[in-house]
Every structure is written in C-alpha cells, then in structure tokens.
C-alpha cells in the first residue's frame, strides 16, 4: 500500500514549479468560462488590495503575485491579472502565476476584481516587478552526481552547492539521486526536476541541529535539505523549488509508521525519538522561497522554519502520512511569511504555528508575526491550520482565508496549556470549508493541550484572545462544530465567531467553558444535539445573535 501511495504520489498532477507554472500557463490565457469584462459601464465592484510580489517569489523567467480581498468582498465573483496592461489571465484564487517572461525585464501588474456579470473594479495598487538576471546554471551531473537511485552524491552535489555563482541555480535533473545532509548558502536556488532521495543511512546526517527553540533544543540530526545558521540573517535569498521530489528515503513497512532512516537516527542516538530528522531544516534565513515540489516519506517534521523572516510558500505537495511526527510545515518563530496554494497531507498536523515554550521562551520573546494562509487544502492531520501548543511569545497577527480541511482530526486547532505561556491574538480566520473531520471539533480552541515536557520552566497558562472565526461552512463531525475550553482564571477572551454553519456534529453544536466577552453571532446548527452546551458558572460577557437554535446554559457541578 506504501508503494502505491508513493507511485500515485509522484505521478500526481501537482508536481512541482513545472506543475505550478503549467498550471499558471494555463491561467495566461483567458478561461472561456470566465467572467467577461464589462466595456462601458461604471464599476460597482470595489477592488483589490495590497497586490504584491511575495519574497522571492520570482526567477528568471517567472513572477507569482497576490493580493488582499477587497474590504467589501461579497459581489466578487473572480479576478482579472494584467500584465502590462493586457490580461493575463482569470482566477478565483487570490494568487497568480505567471511564466514564460524574459530575464532582467519589468512587468507592470494590476488585478481587478470582477463580479458575476463580468463587471469589473476599479484597479488594485500597480506593482512592477523585475525578473532576475539569466541563471547560470551548475547541473549535478556535471560534477559527477549519478540519478541511479543507488549511488550516494553528497558529495557531489554539495560540490555543485558549493562554485554556484551568486544569483545561479543548482540544477537536479531527471533521475532518482540519492544523497544525504545537504547544505545550502545564500543567493542560490536549488532546482529539483528529478528526485533527491535521503539516504537511509543515519551516518549520513550530522547530529547537529538545534532547530528550535535554542533554549531547549537537543541535538537532532541535521535534515536531507539544510539552509541553516544560528547566526540569524546571515544567509539571505534562497529558493527550493522545482518539478520533482524530494523524498527522505524508505518507507518501513509492516506496522510501522516511521522511515528507514527515521528508525536508523533512532537507534543511533541511543532510542531518543526527537532526535529524528526533519526533511527541511531552515534556521535564521532572511528570505526564502520553497515552491512547487512534492515532498514525501520524512523521518519526522517535513518542513521546519525557525528565526527566519520574508518566507514564501507556494505550490508544494506535501503527503506524508501517517508518519510519526510528519508536520507539513513548522513555523516557528519568524516573522512575515506567505503560504497557498499547496496541499498537505500528513502525520500530524498539516499548518503549524509555535513561538517558544514557558519562561524561556516569554524571555526570548520572539513571536511568530504577521502570517498569511490562503488558498491551501488539508487532508488527513492532527489539525488543518495550528496555533501551539508552543504559544510563550505569541503568535500573532495572522489571517487564514480560503483553504479547504477536508478529514483532518480537527480544523482550526488553537492548543495551549497551563504552563506554556503567550498564546494567539489578533488572528482572523474566514471563508473556510471544514469537513469530514475525523476525532474532534472543527473549531477548537483549548488550554490543557498535554504534550509539554515537564523540564520547561513554568510560565503560566497561555490563552486565545482577540480572535475572529467567520463564515466557516462545518459537515460531518465527529464531535463537535465549535469547542471553547480555557482554564480557570485564564479565560479564552475576546473571540468573535460569525456566520458559522454546523451540520452533523455528533457531539453537540458548540461546547464553551471558561470564555468572556466573546460573540457568537448567526451560528446555525443541524443534526447536532444538543446544540450548546454553555457553562454557566465559567463564563462570562457572552453575547449571542441570531443564533439557531438559541443558546442554552447549564451549570457546571
């Protein structure tokens, strides 16, 4: 069964920027289907904001922009991209991909949001981007890698890294080229087409990394894909992209849900299970671009992104499930990061947010900020998009839109406890379709999250505040629609819950305990007695409009 997942995997249409930038080819020219612009007619749509060119998200030949919904979105039907004053192409999505431009050259862009009859808005902010200078380009092969699937090239390969000129482009083509820790430096890009395979040798990988949080990291070893420094910012503008595969080795078979090399760095390091490998281990960079691969079959987290800023994150496939531990994506600790248009499919949780762990890591301060999510689709994961359970400095000022969780054990998964510290504020989460989920609640926000070591110092309950959760579609749950659980004296606060539907939750409607000043305003709910379960003795300050049925109360023993 595991080698038919990892055919089906790399036969998927999804694959990597070649993927991507067919599938930004395609939106190039006008879909036939797509609203028509209306000639002559005064604009009733407003427009779009903030168009911009995410970090990185541009090579010699391609440029990716996105853009903000308008502030009245409701009549918005799709979005019209111009480049240079042409259309360029039709999209519902809130990003565009745009190929086969020329090197070193401007394009002017503009998007305009268009309304089911095709009328259009006024122009978003014009943003002109430049392409980069031609890539030079140093192939692999030419430096004596082979793609047998069986021979080992670090060396090789980490050759290429190595005389890639400032501004070029190390180049894996067609094969399966086996190798193990690989390093990467500034202003490069690695290009996968073909396949980088881990080795399955734990030899092969440095027991090294300290990914994160410093304070408290033990060795792990270091991953297949490493852009790292603890010298934060000392290694800028590096892109991992490509048509291919990134695969951490073999899969283990029988009952286990680990990677041969997971097993193997296990063993090694005396059975300590945390030590294993992430795939993609990026520490303290300043500007980054992981676009369009599919990665599968990691010894623990896939991608792990620690103290980095300016990231952007575009088109991957990500299918690592169930492996033990197998996060889509970490971020921990960084700041302005940009993630859609990808899938996860994976171990644990799909999207996740940490921001450092008790006493240390509320003395670190250093938040995870200004965060973006649209655009992307979960499947089966311990939670869709996470805010925790390391929350100590905060993660804050993030804004998830437009995904699609579909099987995950919960959807928007908010998880503290009461010694953690911090916690998430100022987050907005909107326009999400929550379904199929598979243990728990769509919505769930809780303060007794279990896993945290004993040997973190204390630094108090963490809690979920000035959070907005709106027009959210909830079907076939397994226990709840909305969850609400803090802790006595730390109250989840401030959340506002808007236009939520929930249909089919097995285990009642809504749960809330220990919450204040929060509204719950238009949540509907069928087939999911009892509707809401309140307690009366722990909250506070709740307000409910329109609410079917109308909320009941009941008091705790």
């Not at 541009?58 to 440029?63: A, L, P, R």
Request: with cysteine; charged share 15%.
């Amino acid at each position: 069964m595991r080698k038919n997942l990892v055919l089906f995997v790399a036969f998927s249409i999804w694959f990597g920027c070649a993927a991507f930038q067919k599938q930004a080819q395609s939106a190039t020219t006008p879909d036939s289907n797509a609203p028509k612009t209306a000639v002559g007619k005064a604009a009733s749509v407003a427009a779009p904001q903030k168009l911009m060119v995410p970090p990185m998200a541009y090579d010699d030949s391609s440029i990716t922009a996105i853009w903000s919904k308008p502030s009245d979105y409701s009549n918005v039907a799709s979005y019209n991209v111009y480049q240079n004053g042409s259309l360029a192409g039709n999209t519902k999505n809130l990003f565009f991909n745009i190929t086969g431009l020329e090197p070193n050259s401007p394009y002017s862009l503009i998007v305009k949001a268009v309304d089911a009859s095709g009328k259009e808005s006024g122009p978003s902010n014009k943003v002109i981007q430049s392409t980069a200078p031609a890539m030079k380009v140093f192939n692999v092969t030419a430096y004596g890698a082979v793609g047998d699937g069986k021979t080992l090239n670090t060396a090789a390969i980490q050759k290429a890294i190595d005389e890639c000129t400032s501004g070029g482009k190390v180049l894996i083509p067609s094969g399966t080229f086996v190798s193990g820790a690989l390093f990467l430096k500034s202003n490069m890009t690695l290009q996968i087409d073909g396949t980088l395979r881990g080795s399955d040798d734990a030899n092969d990988y440095p027991l090294t990394s300290k990914r994160f949080p410093y304070y408290i990291s033990g060795n792990n070893y270091m991953g297949l894909i490493n852009a790292y420094t603890t010298n934060y910012g000392s290694i800028t503008n590096v892109r991992i992209c490509g048509s291919g595969n990134v695969c951490g080795g073999s899969w283990a078979g029988g009952n286990a849900i680990d990677t041969v090399l997971g097993i193997n760095e296990r063993n090694a390091s005396g059975g300590n299970d945390s030590a294993r490998a992430d795939m993609i281990t990026v520490k303290g960079v300043d500007g980054l671009y992981l676009g369009g691969l599919t990665l599968i079959n990691s010894p623990m987290h896939v991608i792990f992104i620690s103290y980095s800023k300016d990231i952007t994150v575009n088109g991957l496939t990500v299918t690592t499930y169930d492996i033990h531990n197998a996060d889509g994506i970490d971020l921990a600790t960084s700041d302005s990061a940009y993630i859609f248009n990808s899938s996860f499919d994976t171990g644990d949780d799909c999207i996740n947010f940490n921001a450092g762990v008790g006493a240390d890591g509320v003395k670190e301060n250093y938040p995870d900020n200004n965060i973006r999510v649209f655009n992307c689709i979960t499947k089966r994961g311990h939670g869709g998009v996470v805010f925790g359970s390391f929350t100590a400095a905060w993660i804050q000022n993030v804004l998830v839109e437009d995904c699609n969780f579909d099987g995950t054990d919960i959807g928007l998964r908010f998880k503290t406890n009461q010694s953690n510290g911090g916690g998430a504020r100022n987050v907005i989460c909107r326009d999400i379709i929550i379904k199929n989920i598979a243990k728990d609640a769509a919505i769930f926000f809780d303060s007794a999250y279990a896993h945290t070591p004993s040997k973190y110092t204390s630094a108090g309950p963490g809690q979920f505040k000035d959070i907005t959760v709106k027009n959210i579609t909830c079907t076939n749950l397994k226990k709840y629609g909305i969850y609400v659980s803090g802790l006595e004296g730390t109250p989840h606060t401030n959340l506002s819950l808007s236009n939520i539907s929930i249909d089919g939750a097995a285990s009642g409607g809504a749960y809330i305990k220990y919450c204040t000043n929060s509204t719950f305003d238009t949540i509907s709910t069928t087939n999911s007695p009892p509707a809401w379960t309140i307690d009366a003795n722990s909250t506070s300050g709740l307000t409910f409009k329109n609410c079917s049925p109308s909320p009941k109360y009941v008091t705790s023993e």
